[in-house]
C-alpha cells in the first residue's frame, strides 16, 4: 500500500509539472513572439495593461484585436479608447477619473522634462498631457514592439557602409526600423554601435537595454536639448563605427551630425518629414542634406540654364549618402544619390527614385522611377528578386537590365550633345533612364547635336549659323523636364 501511494503520488507530481511546463511555454510563445509576414515580434504587451485601470485593463485581456494595439488613450472626463491597426475604438462607458489617471502614473517610470516616461525592460512608451497647473490629465500609451526581420528588404544599403537618414510621419515605423538596423549591424555585421537614445524609445526605459538592440550599447540624455552634446560625446570616447540618432529635430543636432560623417563614422538617423523635399524647406534640418544656398547667376549662365539670376543651391556634401522614406510598413521609397537627389529638387526637377516592396511571400521587388505612377519608372514583372542579400546582383547592374536590351547603342557611335538653356544634370538623368550615358561638350565644333529649348534657340540666328557651318543637327523641346528629353533621345539614339 505504501508503495502504491509513494508511486501515484510521484506520477501525480510529474503529471501536474509537465502540464505546468507545457503551458508555461505555450503562453510565453503566444505572449512573446508571433510571425506575421516572416517577422517575429516582440512586445511584452501584457506589461503594459496590467500598469492600466481594471476596467480597461479586463477589456484589453480579452479583445479579438489585441495583437493590432497600436495606442491606448486615457483623457480626463472621457471614455478611454483604443487605436488598433484597422482603426479606433472605445473601450468602455465608463469615464476616465483623476484615480484612474493617478493609479497609472504610479506605477510607470517618472516623466522627463519631454513628458515621457516607460515601464521598466519594455519598449513601451507612456506621454502625458498637463494642464495649465503642471498637472496630468492625458495619457497616451503607446505599445512598443521589436520586430525583427523588418529590415531585410534594405539590408544591402546597410552592407555597403553609407550613411542612412530614414524619413517619415509620425508613426510609421521610424524607431522601429533603426532598432532592428542596430541590431543587424552589431550581432550580424559585429560592428562597434552606440545608440543615442534620447527619449529610450529604442532600447527602453531602464538602466539595461532592452534585448532588440542586439549588442549595440547605448547612451542615455538627461535633456533633449544636450543631444548633439551626447552625440559629440560618444564619437570622442567610445570609438564606435556606427552611431544611430532617433529624431534629429534641431540645428545644433545637424551640426553634429555633420561633424560625425566628417570624421568618417556611419551615421544612421531618423527626422520627421514625408520626403526628403520636405528637408530641404526645414532650415533646421537643412544642414542634414548639405545646406541651401541662394546663388546669384549671371546673364549668359542664366540663359544657358534657363532659369532665373537667383537661384537655389547645395551648399556642402550631406551628411548622408542614402536616404530611405517609409511609405508603409513595407513599402520604401529610396534616394541612391542624396546628393543628386537635392540638386535636382533644387533645379525644379524630380530625381529617379527606386521604390521596395516587401511582399508576403518575403520577395523584395523593385522598381525606378521619377514618381509611383510615371510608365517610365517600373521595370518588368520579371525583376522581383528573392533573398537580396545572396542574389548577387549590384544595383548599377539592376538599373539597366532589360533596358540596354531595348536599345540598339553600338559602343563606336559617338553622341556628343551641345546643350543650350538646359542644365547638364537634366540630360544625363534623360539618358540615365533609357540605358544610355550622353557625352556632354561645351565646344560647338565638337558637337554632333545641339539640344534646346525651342524659345531660345529661335532667336539665337549666331548658334544657327554655326550650326550649319559645321554640319551640326538641332534639336528642340518645348520644356527642359526629364519626360520631354528622355523622349527625344530615345528618338535619337533609337
Known amino acids: 500500500i505504501k508503495i502504491n501511494i509513494r508511486y501515484e503520488f510521484s506520477l501525480l507530481i510529474i503529471i501536474v509539472f509537465y502540464r505546468f511546463f507545457i503551458y508555461f511555454l505555450n503562453y510565453n510563445y503566444q505572449k512573446t513572439y508571433k510571425y506575421f509576414n516572416f517577422m517575429i515580434v516582440d512586445e511584452d504587451l501584457d506589461k503594459l495593461i496590467e500598469n492600466l485601470p481594471f476596467f480597461i ?44 489617471l493617478d493609479y497609472t502614473t504610479k506605477r510607470i517610470g ?35 514592439r521589436a520586430i525583427f526581420g523588418t529590415i531585410s528588404g534594405v539590408r544591402d544599403l546597410l552592407e555597403s557602409g553609407q550613411s542612412i537618414l530614414v524619413l517619415g510621419k509620425p508613426g510609421v515605423g521610424k524607431t522601429t526600423m533603426i532598432r532592428e538596423i542596430a541590431r543587424v549591424l552589431s550581432d550580424e555585421m559585429e560592428k562597434r554601435v552606440i545608440i543615442i537614445d534620447t ?29 548633439h552634446q551626447v552625440m559629440i560625446e560618444a564619437i570622442e ?48 534640418l537643412a544642414d542634414l542634406i548639405g545646406g541651401i544656398q541662394y546663388v546669384t547667376l549671371s546673364d549668359d549662365e542664366a540663359k544657358r540654364r534657363g532659369t532665373q539670376k537667383s537661384i537655389l543651391e547645395r551648399k556642402a556634401y550631406p551628411a548622408f549618402q542614402v536616404a530611405i522614406e517609409i511609405n508603409k510598413r513595407n513599402l520604401w521609397t529610396i534616394h541612391e544619390n542624396v546628393e543628386e537627389s537635392v540638386d535636382l529638387l533644387l533645379q525644379g526637377q ?33 525583376n522581383k528578386i528573392k533573398n537580396w542579400k545572396n542574389s548577387g546582383l549590384n544595383k548599377s547592374n539592376l538599373i539597366l537590365k532589360n ?8 559602343k563606336t557611335q559617338i553622341l556628343k550633345i551641345y546643350p543650350y538653356s538646359i542644365s547638364t544634370p537634366t540630360i544625363l538623368q534623360a539618358g540615365k533612364n533609357i540605358g544610355f550615358i550622353p557625352n556632354i561638350t561645351k565646344d560647338i565644333t565638337e558637337a554632333t547635336i545641339i539640344l534646346g529649348l525651342k524659345k531660345h534657340l529661335i532667336t539665337n540666328v549666331k548658334l544657327k549659323k554655326n550650326a550649319d557651318r559645321h554640319n551640326v543637327k538641332i534639336y528642340t523641346v518645348n520644356n527642359s523636364t526629364v519626360p520631354q528629353i528622355t523622349q527625344i533621345l530615345h528618338s535619337i539614339v533609337k
Open 57 to 100: 485593463r479586463e477589456i484589453l485581456y480579452q479583445h479579438p484585436k489585441k495583437d493590432q494595439l497600436i495606442e491606448i488613450i486615457m483623457d480626463l472626463g472621457r471614455r478611454p479608447e483604443a487605436r488598433f491597426v484597422s482603426g479606433p475604438e472605445y473601450l468602455s462607458q465608463k469615464l476616465i477619473s483623476w484615480q484612474d
Open 110 to 144: 517618472k516623466f522627463s522634462n519631454d513628458n515621457r516616461a516607460g515601464i521598466e525592460r519594455t519598449l513601451h512608451r507612456i506621454s502625458c498631457i498637463r494642464n495649465r497647473q503642471f498637472i496630468i490629465n492625458g495619457l497616451t500609451c503607446r505599445v512598443g
Open 199 to 227: 527619449s529610450n524609445e529604442i532600447a527602453g526605459d531602464s538602466d539595461i537595454p532592452h534585448s532588440g538592440i542586439g549588442r549595440a550599447r547605448r547612451m542615455q540624455v538627461s535633456k533633449t536639448e544636450l543631444q
Open 237 to 284: 570616447n567610445h570609438m564606435p563605427e556606427v552611431i544611430i540618432i532617433d529624431e534629429i529635430g534641431t540645428e545644433l543636432e545637424s551640426l553634429a551630425a555633420r561633424t560625425i560623417a566628417e570624421r568618417g563614422v556611419q551615421l544612421v538617423g531618423t527626422a520627421h518629414g514625408n520626403c526628403l523635399e520636405s528637408l530641404i524647406k526645414n532650415p533646421p
Open 350 to 382: 524630380q530625381p529617379i527614385l527606386q521604390i521596395r516592396e516587401l511582399t508576403d511571400n518575403n520577395e523584395t521587388k523593385i522598381k525606378y522611377g521619377m514618381t509611383e505612377n510615371d510608365p517610365l519608372a517600373f521595370f518588368n514583372d520579371n
Open 403 to 410: 533596358k540596354i536590351k531595348d536599345f540598339s547603342i553600338q
